[in-house]
């Protein structure tokens, strides 16, 4: 049930990634809340994508799902 209400906010957030030409692949979601993720596209290789995991997708999965308590790049 969490992963389907991460990927759910990941669907809000990937028209952001993809106006730049970049996208977010769910990996996985730990039980203990870690959510791991991939960054593709232009996203993968940017030198902002630390900036844009951390301030944009995890602040958002986190306003959206309480249960997330981090969100790793893999």
Do not use: F, H, W
Request: proline content about 4%.
């Amino acid at each position: 049930m969490l992963k389907e209400k991460v990927e759910k906010a990941l669907e809000e957030i990937r028209p952001y990634l993809q106006a730049d030409g970049g996208n977010v692949e769910l990996v996985e979601v730990t039980q203990d809340g870690v959510v791991k993720v991939r960054l593709t596209g232009a996203c993968g290789g940017c030198p902002m994508s630390t900036y844009t995991l951390k301030m944009g997708i995890e602040q958002k999965l986190k306003e959206a799902v309480p249960q997330v308590k981090s969100v790793e790049q893999v």
